[in-house]
């Protein structure tokens, strides 16, 4: 099948190449001729597990394609992907700008019968915003507005492992019409999608708008699980629990499960918090107030400095003269994704209390300077105070303590007895729970976990 992949970023980049992977024909469009030319040049501008492998056999073999010609991008696929980006706008809102300039150039340039997909995640409403905008144009151009059908398609890929998402879908969501148009469509859709329900049909049909808000429905909920596990952490270092045990505890009832149960420093990356807000902007639209996702929403942004606040608990207000050693910088493992990191967090507030840093992350280093640049573009006199370093253990030269914000796995099981060696005082401050308090206390190591203070005595 013909397909064309509007906008090369996390989403449409994945898309494209495994869409290539099962043998169609796929031209990718983005308008950064920056980018094009990395991926026609055989580079990856983002880190993804796998990605690189399939991108690269699938250009040799010519299935795979990269372009910043729109009219050839139009005039290449039966179907189009939009799969551009969906910022959060200043109110909290998506902005729909990118999505509705795809659907312009679409009806601009296209001729005979096209299947018009949004992939981006589009708030309830934003395929009818697309089809007026198609049809628009077709006007304009005074050709038959009725050639196009629009479809709903929204992605569940998690960063860090979106190859094998795509590949080994345990769902695909669907949202199209029942009308003649919508009809021919989804046998569009049964096709294309064929090679994944050979096993068992994993595909979910439905309304376009009910498509929309299941995807917004999904990341609230994970969202949700976080932030209510984060809040009884904190509640279990006052009391003296073990958030570990009651996440086995409460895990184990098939009614609830395990994913998504981990106490840390807050979630970050692109989607939960601006898939929360989003859909929070449109229950004010119409007059409801989702008071569970704004409390989700304030629980992950007053995580983010509990671990600053623990530092501060521990070493005093003033950091001044401290040394800190940071391990992980991207909003979670498998990714050099920044966006909403809660490491950027936390490096704000040590900075402007005084502290240097020495920071590591297997592969978020270059993005991490590019960011933090920009977080400190006001102040580059602090951003001087972040050093970074190659190895992690490195980092922890002459160091006051080692703060833990991503649980790659390569911090997960470090030489101890070279751990505290090289800090200065050999004190952990854990965001990601990674070890034991009862085996750091055997090696004599200070641990702040989050909710694991069960060793701590109860007053």
Known sequence: MKI?????????????????????????????????????????????????????????????????????????????????????????????????????????????FKVVIDKSTVP?????????????????RKLDT??????????????GAAVEDFMRPDRI??????????????????????PFNRNRERTYWMDVRSAEFTKYAANAMLATRISFMNELANLADRVGVDIEAVRHGIGSDPRIGHS??????????????????????????????LLILRAVESVNDHQKQVLGKKVVA???????????????????PNTDDMRAASSRVLLQELVS???????????????????LALDFAATPDQLAQIHYVKHPMDALDNADALLI?????????????????????????????????????DAGIEYHGIGRSVLTQVE
């Open 353 to 371: 209390r005084g502290a240097t840093i020495a920071v590591h992350d297997p592969v978020a280093m270059d993005e991490a300077r590019r960011v």
């Open 146 to 159: 009725a050639s196009f059908s629009v479809i709903s398609n929204p992605e569940f890929l998690k960063e």
């Open 173 to 194: 969501v669907i949202g199209s019409d029942n009308d003649a148009l919508g009809l021919k469509a989804k046998a569009v859709m049964k096709q294309l999608y064929a």
């Open 124 to 140: 309830v409403g934003t395929a009818e915003k697309v089809s007026k905008t198609i049809a628009s144009e077709l006007q304009q």
């Open 314 to 332: 521990r070493f005093g207000a003033d950091l001044t003269g401290l040394h800190f050693a940071l391990w992980g910088l991207a909003f979670k």
């Open 405 to 441: 914000v991503t649980e790659w796995k390569a911090y997960r099981s470090p030489e101890f007895s070279q751990l505290k060696a090289k800090l200065k005082n050999p004190i952990i401050f854990d965001g990601r729970n990674l070890f034991d308090p009862i085996d750091m206390a």
């Open 4 to 112: 064309t992949i509007i906008g090369t970023g996390y989403v449409g980049l994945v898309t494209g190449a495994c869409l290539a992977e099962l043998g169609n024909d796929v031209l990718c469009l983005d308008l950064d001729a920056n980018k094009v030319a990395i991926l026609n040049n055989g580079g990856i501008p983002i880190h993804e597990p796998g990605l690189d492998v399939i991108v690269a056999s699938n250009r040799a073999n010519g299935r795979l394609k990269f372009t910043t010609d729109i009219e050839q991008s139009v005039a290449h696929g039966d179907i189009q992907f939009i799969a551009v980006g969906t910022p959060p706008d200043e109110d909290g809102s998506a902005d729909l700008q990118y999505v509705l300039a795809a659907a312009k150039n679409i009806g601009k340039y296209m001729h005979g």
């Open 260 to 289: 998504f149960l981990y106490a840390g420093c807050g979630y970050g990356g692109s989607c939960f918090p601006k898939d929360v807000q989003a859909l929070e902007r449109t229950a004010r639209e119409y007059d409801q107030d």
